[in-house]
């Protein structure tokens, strides 16, 4: 997201103009379609273009060439990361961790809601075909601390020290498997 950029509506791809709907509930939608099992890819990929674009028909290859082009440059986020540098300022390389789940839009789609109109006065039913994908990530990633949403993260994220009390490191525990994420192979 660049501020002094519109948000995106249309593109243009090979010499063609499309208008997108990037509005947060139809990506929304676009990962729901992304998380069936039982479509193949270019299954998937069809749907996401007709919620995306329109009901238009694409042949194989052109529905694959333009579902990765728009997943890749208007809806996949990449998370940051911070690069570690010596004194020299020189990157320490770093061993390769998996990333941790922390968020999952249907399983915390309340507490989301919840924050956004704590903390923005933002009522997400209402902007639904409004709000753009790029809008509702940035103020997603700038809930303030207080908000359910990150206080849940922050459960989900600790990891105890050597200076926690026994009983606070119990408490933390069973809220950690209170506001656990389920296991996506468990879900059907």
């Given at each position: 997201m660049r501020l002094n950029d519109p948000l995106v509506t249309s593109f243009s791809y090979k010499n063609k103009e499309y208008d997108i709907d990037l509005s947060f509930d139809t990506v929304l939608d676009v990962y729901d379609v992304?998380?069936?099992?039982?479509l193949r890819d270019y299954e998937k990929a069809r749907i996401c273009l007709s919620l995306l674009l329109d009901d238009q028909e694409y042949d194989y290859s052109e529905t694959i060439n333009l579902w990765n082009y728009i997943y890749l440059n208007f809806i996949h986020v990449e998370s940051?990361?911070?690069v570690?540098?010596?004194?020299?300022?020189?990157p320490?390389?770093?061993?390769k961790e998996e990333k941790e789940r922390v968020i999952?839009?249907?399983?915390?789609?309340?507490?989301?809601?919840?924050?956004f109109m704590q903390a923005y006065g933002?009522?997400?039913i209402e902007q639904q075909g409004k709000m753009h994908w790029k809008e509702f990530l940035a103020l997603l990633d700038g809930l303030?601390?207080?908000t359910r949403m990150k206080e849940i993260i922050k459960i989900r994220t600790w990891k105890p020290s050597k200076y926690d009390s026994n009983e606070y490191k119990a408490q933390m525990k069973e809220l950690q498997e209170l506001y656990a994420l389920e296991d996506e192979s468990e879900v059907t």
């Open positions: 992304l998380d069936m099992p039982h940051k990361e911070i570690k540098k010596d004194l020299l300022g020189n320490v390389p770093t061993p999952d839009f249907d399983q915390d789609a309340n507490y989301i809601y919840a924050s933002i009522n997400l303030p601390s207080n």
